[in-house]
């Protein structure tokens, strides 16, 4: 079950830039890996976006998650995903009271403002399925109840490589629900030896302290909304998204969905950058893991990597606005 917020942990007033440096900086504690991949998992949560981070064991994808929900002062539920669970182990079910012969919902680990899907490929898709129409709409259904979620709420999912034995492939109509994913890699030489000196996921995950509250993390959402992203940009992301949907590349392009995910992600990027504006290098740098898992290319078992590189291929013949 979730845990409970407490107060918040920040002062009143505190800017933008502020707010994500102290996240930033709060994940970095424990996760010693690229700060590229951190500034992505920010982006996710300024953009309400759901975040897919997709690796092989043992790469920090599961501290990476529980660092940014440990920073975030809000309600937070971490569900591991197996061959054997249910839907209603995730959204909760309706059970008998005794005391008062009435029909009681107990909601399940879903009502979090941060849920971590700890291997999310090693679930059946039906029990995948109910995790996913819940991260689409942001409310449950059960027993003919509508309940919405509370704001705000992010899912951070991990899975293993799709050619790992026990694994079922999420279809690309539930990657789509995913605004981001994003591998981790294996860390440099330092950075390795600083997690086996420094152990922070046996001890600094354990008394990590939010940053920011769940107020926070709302106002910041709504600056990203305000981030002014020019007409010429809008115009650069709808012919990207176009000559994926012409490219011989692929059999499946970026669809009306996947460009409106794309500007938004580009907005939280500019304003985790510290800009009011977005720039043709903020929507660059975001086409491989907005895009990458929204597109399909001729061959079904391309890898992560060859997606990228069409895709890549695919924005060199789009103009870029001055």
């Known amino acids: 079950m979730p845990d409970s917020p407490a107060r918040s942990p920040n002062p009143p007033g505190l800017s933008p830039a502020e707010s994500v440096r102290r996240l930033r900086a709060n994940i970095a504690a424990v996760y010693f890996g690229a700060p ?82 700890d291997e999310v490929n090693r679930t059946p898709p039906r029990t995948q399925s109910a ?27 991990t899975q ?32 390795e030896a600083r997690v086996i000196d420094r152990r922070p996921a046996a001890e600094t995950l354990r008394t990590l302290r939010p940053v920011l509250h769940k107020d926070d993390v709302i106002r910041l959402q709504s600056a990203a909304d305000a981030v002014r992203l020019d007409p010429s940009l809008i115009d650069y992301i709808v012919r990207f998204a176009t000559a994926t949907r012409r490219s011989e590349l692929l059999s499946l392009g970026l669809s009306p969905r996947g460009s409106l995910a794309l500007a938004q992600a580009a907005r939280a990027a500019a304003l985790v950058s510290g800009r009011a504006y977005v720039t043709p290098d903020d929507i660059v740098d975001l086409i491989s893991p907005v895009c990458g898992h929204r597109v399909v290319t001729k061959s079904r078992h391309a890898t992560t990597d060859i997606v990228a590189t069409a895709l ?4 060199e013949t789009v103009p870029s606005p001055a």
């Open 160 to 191: 293993n490589p799709h050619d790992f034995e026990g694994t079922y492939p999420l279809p690309e109509n539930q990657l789509d629900r995913f605004l981001m994913r994003t591998a981790i890699g294996y860390p440099s030489n330092e950075d």
């Open 36 to 117: 590229a991949v951190i500034d992505r998992v920010i982006i996710c949560v300024l953009a309400r976006g759901h975040l897919l981070i997709e690796d092989v064991p043992g790469v920090g994808k599961t501290v990476l998650a529980t660092a940014l929900a440990r920073s975030i002062d809000c309600s937070f539920s971490r569900i591991q995903l197996t061959p054997d669970l249910l839907p209603s182990d995730i959204l909760g079910t309706t059970v008998l009271d005794r005391d008062t012969s009435d029909f009681v919902f107990r909601p399940g680990p879903i009502f979090a403002n941060v849920v971590l899907a």
């Open 131 to 157: 995790l996913l129409e819940a991260m689409s709409e942001a409310t449950v259904s059960i027993d003919g109840k509508v309940t919405p979620l509370d704001q705000p709420f992010m899912v951070v999912a």
């Open 312 to 315: 890549d291929s695919i924005l």
